[in-house]
């Protein structure tokens, strides 16, 4: 299975009951309506990032909570620029935080497995566990590259402004990440040695290395 197949059917999203944070109450005052607004279109997709960072739905939840309360926190200046790249950035530096206080995750919650004989929720289910499970080989930088890259459809500059490193390393991160993705996906399952397809509208990096035209790195 490619890991274009993988992250097609696994929808990069998290279960749909774990799809939005919820019960962040946030105090009344002259600019919060504006704040709940953002925070209700942009919670949706700040959780496909979280599962994807660290592949726990409920630790996802936590981190998007938390993300929403330091933007909260920061709106005057964040919603001057571009609120939804803070929110963005201020996860990936939570998890960061976080990433070495938790050795262990759990990558699917048991109550997502399906009850009955569904075989594509089954398929569904063990495909979105093994692409989450090749994240989780990554390193932090790594992981937070792949993720905003090539399932979230950041540029490289977008990347690079996100994480505050430069084009150049997201370049060279994204194809090391990629490498190593394709090496754990073929292990899992053979014949799997494809990257992500790009976002629509956008190339794919991986095929402009050295010239080559092939994407399988052979």
Known sequence: ??????????????????????????????????????????APALARTAWLLCGDVHQADELVQQALVRTYLAWPRA??????????????NLRVETWRRRRREVLIDPADVPEHGDASAADRHAERDQLVRALATLSGRQR???????????????????LGITVGT???TASRSLARLRAVLSEQTPGAAH??????GRADP???????????GR
Do not use: N
């Open 1 to 42: 299975m490619s890991m274009g197949t993988v992250a097609g059917a696994a929808g990069t999203t998290p279960p749909a009951h774990e799809s939005a944070p919820v019960g962040l109450v946030l105090p009344a005052g002259d600019g919060d309506a504006e704040f709940a607004a953002f925070m209700a279109e942009a």
């Open 195 to 200: 990257p992500p397809g790009p976002p629509a």
């Open 144 to 162: 937070r590259v792949v993720v905003l890259r090539h399932f979230e459809g950041l540029s490289e500059r977008e990347v690079a402004d996100d």
């Open 206 to 216: 991986v095929t402009r290395t050295t010239g080559s035209t092939t994407r399988s």
């Open 170 to 172: 997201v370049k060279s």
């Open 79 to 92: 919603r001057q620029r571009d609120p939804l790249a803070y929110a963005r950035r201020t996860l990936a």
